[in-house]
């Protein structure tokens, strides 16, 4: 089973960056597709982006695309989410997520596919 942790969340003034970081331990990671998503204060969970375990494949949310980068470190079992020109509207809690898969380029677009979730980190970004 593997745990997530998430770090690298703040308060940013709009149009500036973030890095945010997602360690995973107790698994192994080149066997996880993963995740992150974000929730803001009464809205549902939402898919940010999310990369195949063998990090050939990404997929971005609409509204981060040419934003926000996704990536992996096997060798860290880290993966993180680059986000630049950030917006108001990007203000969420962000939770990366885990789930084992077989295929090399699967990757998952809702909640429902993941397993295995971080506590997550705060994002403000102030206009």
């Known amino acids: 089973q593997v745990q997530l942790v998430e770090s690298g969340g703040g308060l940013v003034q709009a149009g500036g960056s973030l890095r945010l970081s997602c360690a995973a331990s107790?698994?192994?990671?080149?066997?996880?597709?993963m995740g992150w998503f974000r929730q803001a204060p009464g809205k549902e969970r939402e898919i940010v982006a999310a990369?195949?375990?063998?990090?050939?494949?990404?997929y971005y949310a609409d509204s981060v695309k040419g934003r926000f980068t996704i990536s992996g470190d096997n060798a860290k079992n880290t993966v993180y989410l680059q986000m630049n020109s950030l917006k108001p509207e990007d203000t969420a809690a962000y939770y990366c997520?885990?789930?084992?898969?077989?295929?090399?380029?699967?990757?998952?677009?809702?909640?429902?596919?993941?397993?295995?979730w971080g506590q997550g980190t705060q994002v403000t970004v102030s206009s």
């Open positions: 997520a885990a789930r084992s898969s077989l295929s090399a380029n699967a990757y998952g677009r809702t909640r429902w596919e993941y397993s295995y």
């Open positions: 107790g698994g192994t990671f080149s066997s996880y597709y």
């Open positions: 990369i195949s375990r063998s990090g050939s494949i990404t």
